[in-house]
DNA sequence: TTGAAAGCGATACCAT
DNA sequence: ATGGTATCGCTTTCAA
C-alpha cells in the first residue's frame, strides 16, 4: 500500500512550510518562481496528491455537485447526466450521482446523502415536483438546486423542462393533422412522473380542440415493457385506434414492439409518436413522429443555471426550452392490416 | 443560509460530550438507551447532518467508489452505470462519476481527479485497456479497480466483460448461417474501443472459418451518426454486402438509417446485426441479429466484484461473462430492391 | 516572501 | 458509561 504522502511531507523535503505549499497549489503567482519550482520537484518526488477532502472540510464549498435521476436506464436521463458531467468537468467539479428507482422514499434518502456530502448544490428530476418534500428540505436548508424535467406548479423553484403539455398538445396535433381521428396515450403512472400527467393533460386538450372526443388512456407501470396485453383492447377489435400517443421513447418502443406482435405494422397500420425524441425521433427513426428535447443541452445549462445559484448571481425561474417536432413522412391515417402479419 | 450544526453542538444541547455522539452515530448499542434519545432529540432538534467529509478525512476508508466511462450517451455505458448505482446504494456507498469522451488524455485526468477525492476504489471503461498509463497508475497507487467491458490482455487487473471476439464471431456466423455470403463490419475506431478491435477479430475469424474471404471494414468516428456516405461503396454498387455486423448498437441504428436512405429496407434486403443487444435487441427489435451482454448486471457484478477487492478477499481476474445471441426471424439473405423506395 | 498556528468536523484512544 | 484530547490534511489569517 502506497501510503499518500502529505502537503507537510512535501513541505519538509522542499525545504518550506506548509502554507507555502498550500500557495503553491493554490496560488502560485504569490510565489516566487524557484520556490514554486522546487515545491513542485518535491511533489513530484513523493507523488503528491492533494487529499480533496482536507480541503472540504476547511472550506465553505466543495466544488462538488449532487445530480439525482430516476434511473440512467432511461437513455433520456442518461443523457442529460452526460450534459452534466461534460459541463462539470469542464468547471472542474465533482458529480455525485445516485438515483431514485421512481421511489419517493428513495428520493429522499438520496439527497439526504448528497447533503452529508455537502455538495455545494443539486440537479434533481423528481417523480413529482408538486408537493414534494424533497423540495421543502431543500428549501429549508437554502440549498441551491435546480429540477430537470419536472415543470413544478411553484415558480420559486429554479427548473429546466420542455412544456410537457405543449410538445404533447403538438404532437398530438400533428398526427391528427395526419388525418388521425382515434388516439390513445400510452403513459406511466402518474404518482412516478408528474411529466405524465402534464402530457396526458397536453394530448387531452389537442383532442378536445379538434373535438375528437374522451381522451383515451393506457397506463403503465415504470419498468413494464411487455404492453402485449395492455394494449390489447386499443390494438384490436372495434375501438382500435389508428395512432398511439406515448409520453416517453422507452414506452413507444415497446408499443412498436406491441403493435408488430399484434401483426400491425409501424408507421402504415399504427402510427406512433414518442415525447423524448431521443430514441424514436433521433436514433431510431426519424420517420416517426416525436416531440424532441434537447436533454443533453438541457443538463449542459441545468449545470450552468446551478452555478449561478451557487454564486448567488441568479434567481430561482423556470427555463422552458423549445422542443421540436419532428413528423416524419411515415405518419399517416389507419390503414389496418385484416390479417396479422410477421 | 441555515448553517450547519456540528457534533459540537448536539453534545452542548444533550448535555453530553462528542464522543458520545459519536457514539450514538456508530455504535448506539454501547450506549444506554435513554441516552441515546436524548442525543437524538438533540439531533432532530438541531436538525444535525453529519459531515461526511470530516469521517473521511478521518478515517481511512471514504465508503466511496470512483466510475469511469466514455460516455453516458450511449445507452451501454449508461445501463452499466445504473447497475453500479444500484448496488452502491444498496451498500450504502457514493459514487462519483466521471465520462472521458474516448478521450486518453482525459481518462487518465478524470481518475486523477478520483483519487484525489480518495476514492475506495474504481470501475473503469477505458477506450483501450492495453498499454494504457491509467492502469499503471492504479497499479502503481495499488488502488483497487475494475475494468468493465475492457478484455485486457494481461492477467493481472480484475476485469468484467462478455467475449467480445466470440460474440462477434458468433453472431457473423448465425447470419452467416442465415444464408449471408457477403458481410462487412462497421465499427468504431479501434484507438478509440479495444472491443472495436476484438471484435473485428471475431468477424474476421468468422468469415475465414467458413471460407469466405477477407474481412471487410466500414470503421468511423465515434459520434459519428451519419452513416449514409462511409456506407455508400458497402450497400451499392457490385460490392454491395447483404448484411452488416456492427460493433455496437449505436453503429447498428445508425447503419440501419443508413440503408433505408440508400433505399434498402430492413431486414429483408439488409440485415443488420448489432453486439450489445440493449436497443437493437432488447428495445427497438428482437428481430434482428444481436448479441446481447447483460449491462446493468455488469455493472453490478463489477460493483460486487470491487468490493471484495477493497476489502482484500478478491484478487484481480477476467470474468467474462456469457452473450446471449438473439437471432429473430428477420435474419434472411439478401433481397436487394431493384428500386430505391422510401 | 514565508511561517506558525488555529481551526474545519469528525473518530478513537485512553482515562475515569 | 462517558469525557478529554490528539489527529486526519488542508486553508488562511497574522506576524515576522
Known amino acids: 500500500m502506497t501510503s499518500k504522502s502529505t502537503m507537510r511531507e512535501v513541505a519538509g523535503k522542499a525545504g518550506v512550510s506548509i502554507a507555502t505549499v498550500s ?16 515545491v ?3 511533489m513530484r518526488y513523493l507523488n503528491y496528491r492533494p487529499n480533496i477532502n482536507g480541503r ?3 472550506m465553505a464549498q466543495t466544488r462538488s455537485v449532487g445530480v439525482l435521476v430516476p434511473t440512467m436506464a432511461n437513455p433520456v ?6 450534459g452534466i458531467e461534460q459541463a462539470a468537468h469542464e468547471d472542474g467539479l465533482t458529480v455525485l450521482l445516485t438515483s431514485s ?6 428520493e429522499l434518502g438520496a439527497v439526504s446523502t448528497l447533503l452529508n456530502n455537502r455538495v455545494d448544490g443539486l440537479i434533481l428530476t423528481l417523480a413529482n415536483a408538486d408537493d414534494n418534500p424533497v423540495i421543502d428540505l431543500l428549501k429549508a436548508e437554502n440549498i441551491p438546486f435546480v429540477l430537470l424535467f419536472n415543470q413544478p406548479a411553484r415558480t420559486d423553484v429554479a427548473s429546466i423542462s420542455v412544456d410537457n403539455a405543449r410538445s404533447a398538445y403538438d404532437m398530438t396535433q400533428a398526427m391528427i393533422a ?12 402518474f404518482e412516478s412522473s408528474d411529466r405524465s ?6 394530448f387531452g386538450q389537442a383532442l378536445s380542440d379538434a373535438g375528437l372526443g374522451a381522451a383515451r388512456l393506457c397506463q403503465v407501470g415504470f419498468g413494464e415493457t411487455e404492453l402485449f396485453t395492455p394494449l390489447k383492447s386499443f390494438l384490436t377489435g372495434p375501438d382500435a385506434v389508428t395512432g398511439l400517443v406515448c409520453s416517453t421513447d422507452m414506452l413507444a418502443i415497446a408499443a412498436i414492439s406491441a403493435c408488430r406482435d399484434h401483426g400491425l405494422s409501424v408507421p402504415g397500420d399504427v402510427s406512433v409518436g414518442g415525447i423524448d425524441g431521443i430514441a424514436v425521433g433521433g436514433l431510431i427513426s426519424p420517420k416517426l413522429c416525436s416531440a424532441i428535447q434537447p436533454t443533453q443541452e438541457m ?17 430561482p425561474q423556470s427555463l422552458i426550452l423549445p422542443h421540436q417536432l419532428s413528423t416524419g413522412e411515415s405518419i399517416g391515417p389507419a390503414r389496418h392490416s385484416s390479417s396479422p402479419r410477421l
Chains 1, 2 share one sequence.
Do not use: C, W
Open 23 to 38: 500557495r503553491v497549489i493554490n496560488s502560485p503567482d504569490e510565489v516566487p518562481t524557484e520556490t514554486v519550482e522546487r
Open 40 to 42: 513542485r520537484a518535491a
Open 56 to 58: 472540504r472540510l476547511k
Open 77 to 82: 436521463f442518461a443523457t442529460s447526466v452526460q
Open 101 to 106: 428507482n421512481y421511489d419517493p422514499q428513495r
Open 178 to 189: 395526419q388525418g388521425h381521428t382515434s388516439l390513445a396515450m400510452v403513459a406511466g403512472r
Open 197 to 202: 400527467k402534464q402530457r396526458f393533460d397536453g
Open 299 to 315: 443538463g449542459q445549462q441545468a449545470l450552468a443555471f446551478l452555478r449561478g445559484l451557487i454564486r448567488g448571481q441568479a434567481n
